[in-house]
């Protein structure tokens, strides 16, 4: 929040607007988004507190204080956000200070974008704590947006796609057909600028953001990984709720080649950082990876939207590997620093920062880690989904019925998930549990990323202490059956230790080997291994066994084995390998103990050992 309104001019340029004094903006034009982006976060974690006072947790009396002083700073904020906003709805600090002739005459300049966070982040704090204000704010400028664009109107082929997916959270809390409309309009715009004769032809402007054929007609993932994202999300709730199915045949296939050829082992998606974005297939080297965290963000709200289309599980768990991996990487473990890209391995040059010029990452792996309990469960009728291994209390409304679920886990430092029901009464509904496919044998959907070794160890699931019955549907075990109160659900999931391939068209692998496990990618850092992590060599026999550890003050689980470790000779014309200890951690805590060598893949062989490509 300091960043957001004292150490940086953001909160400011608000201020200057609505003091109306000819005052200079400062920052970039795409600085509001931020501070939308820092009030969701904030409405989120309000709700969560919120929720954990009711259930009878935590000191509530300090939490209390603490949520009224943050939501009086959030208030104060929405107070100096409302009063910047122009009578016709407009509201942008940026064009507002430097000339209002200038709006809305350049879709490369983030408008609309802003616009969509102001959205978001109206929708989250309404729904958190019932205030209207921001949201008043939001669906004025939503009418402004709506009176000069659309069907008959102006043409606008946004630079940053965004408000698509935020139009349809307008939709969904206001139950306006409009915005629904609007959002769908938009993505309907895209692809057909060169046919429309627009000035801003260049192929790789538009490749860069999907612009180069219609959506439904899409069939490769090209360009800026975040805007492809926040588009995908959004294309896939107009499909849910405007019933356009075009969509979602585009989009299994783009997902495919997402996944298939041009997704990291971690989850993180974009390797390239001249576009912040998808190069080629299988271009995926590690030490130049860009993998900005926004994109892992991006990769958990599309996944969650696919797999709220399908129902299939293998969206969950592309998911799961993008949360756990290349999106909390995103985060210190102290919450105040941060990585805008998250590379696979490091000579020990890279470093997490307080804060980037660009700000996009720190807000937006807030709010998504601050959102965590959207992911857990999901719902239709007569079926309740369990996505998400969180420990977590949630009562689910099933017709006239509620049902009260409490989970207990530690996942995924251990596969034991214990699910106690507890319906107001007895309740006929199908329980569909999540089976990750890497406790069946996938590393990854797809086969990008394989086992080295075969064989798995099986899950098992009881009730009341008895073999479950079920059926495996789509990546879920579906128990169904009549529930009562304290009936217990009991899933293990296979925790060992799993050495895991790269397709061999992933040149920067090859030779390499990776360990995973649970849903964990795994690193070695040079704070555990002497200083040094390109010298450990990870030979087809090595042997790994699983062990308690803390990284600041992060409990763990690291793996520990005894590897050769190459070291050069001091005239340089030799080298000799020694048998050490090798600690490896889990990804998501690397570089949390200052900048040091790191590495995701390991070199099977001395011959194995290279810079990356
Ligand atoms: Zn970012």
Redesign the pocket.
């Known amino acids: 929040m300091d960043q957001t309104e004292i150490k940086t001019p953001r909160i400011r340029n608000f201020e200057k607007v609505a003091r109306h004094k000819g005052e200079q903006h400062e920052g970039i034009f795409y600085d509001d988004s931020d501070v939308f982006k820092a009030l969701e976060a904030i409405a989120y974690s309000l709700r969560n507190r919120g929720d954990a006072r009711e259930g009878g947790r935590g000191d509530s009396k300090q939490g209390g204080r603490w949520d009224a002083q943050m939501e009086a700073r959030a208030d104060s904020w929405i107070d100096k956000i409302a009063a910047a906003q122009l009578p016709d709805g407009y509201l942008n600090t940026y064009f507002t200070l430097r000339g209002l002739d200038k709006r809305w005459t350049d879709m490369s300049m983030h408008e609309d974008y802003n616009g969509g966070h102001l959205i978001e982040a109206g929708v989250a704090y309404y729904d958190a704590t019932g205030k209207r204000k921001l949201l008043d704010v939001a669906i004025r400028w939503a009418n402004h947006f709506d009176s000069l664009f659309g069907p008959g109107k102006r043409d606008w082929v946004t630079g940053h796609q965004e408000l698509e997916l935020a139009l349809v959270k307008l939709y969904r809390t206001t139950r306006q057909d409009k915005y629904l409309k609007l959002a769908h309009w938009l993505l309907d715009e895209r692809g057909h600028r060169l046919a429309k004769g627009y000035t801003w032809t260049d192929w790789k402007d538009t490749a860069y953001a999907q612009d180069l054929v219609p959506i439904k007609d899409q069939k490769r993932i090209t360009g800026h990984a975040?805007r492809a994202m926040y588009m995908y999300t959004g294309a896939a709730d107009v499909a849910k709720y405007a019933g356009d199915s075009g969509y979602l045949d585009a989009m299994k296939t783009v997902w495919s080649d997402v996944v298939d050829r041009n997704m990291y082992i971690t989850g993180g998606i974009g390797s390239s950082g001249s576009n912040e974005g998808f190069s080629t297939d299988y271009d995926l080297p590690n030490e130049q990876a860009y993998c900005?965290?926004?994109a892992s963000v991006g990769m958990v709200f599309w996944n969650q939207r696919m797999n709220s289309l399908t129902g299939e599980g293998q969206y969950i768990d592309v998911l799961e590997k993008s949360l756990y991996n290349g999106a909390l990487d995103g985060l210190s473990l102290t919450g105040d620093h941060f990585f805008?890209g998250n590379p696979l391995a490091s000579t020990g040059n890279y470093g997490r920062r307080e804060w980037f010029g660009?700000a996009?990452?720190p807000a937006?792996i807030a709010r998504l880690v601050a959102s965590l309990g959207n992911y857990i469960y999901a719902k239709s009728a007569s079926d309740i989904w369990v996505n998400l291994f969180v420990g977590s209390n949630t009562t689910i409304p099933m017709g006239s019925t509620d049902v009260a679920l409490q989970m207990k886990t530690d996942y995924p430092w251990s596969g034991r998930v214990t699910l106690v029901t507890q319906p107001e009464r007895k309740i006929r509904y199908a329980l569909h549990i999540r089976i990750p496919g890497w406790a069946r044998g996938f590393a990854s959907p797809g086969g990008l990323y394989q086992y080295a070794d075969a064989d798995v160890q099986p899950f098992t699931i009881t009730v009341n202490g008895r073999p479950a019955g079920y059926t495996l549907e789509k990546g879920y075990a579906v128990i169904d059956r009549s529930w009562k109160r304290g009936d217990r659900v009991e899933l293990n999931l296979p925790m060992d230790i799993k050495r895991v391939e790269a397709s061999a068209q992933v040149k920067a692998d090859r030779g390499r080997v990776a360990l995973q496990r649970g849903p964990l990618i795994y690193c070695v850092e040079g704070a555990d291994n002497s200083g040094q992590a390109w010298n450990i060599l990870l030979p087809d026999a090595a042997a790994f066994s699983p062990v308690r550890d803390t990284i600041l003050s992060e409990q763990v689980v690291a793996l520990k084995g005894t590897l050769p470790t190459v070291t050069v000779s001091s005239d340089g014309y030799s080298v000799r390998t020694e048998q050490r200890s090798v600690t490896a951690i889990p990804y998501y805590t690397w570089c949390n103990r200052g900048n040091d060598e790191m590495q995701v893949w390991l070199p099977r062989k001395i011959t194995d050992i290279k810079i990356d490509y």
């Open positions: 975040v900005e965290t926004c805008y660009t996009c990452c937006n």
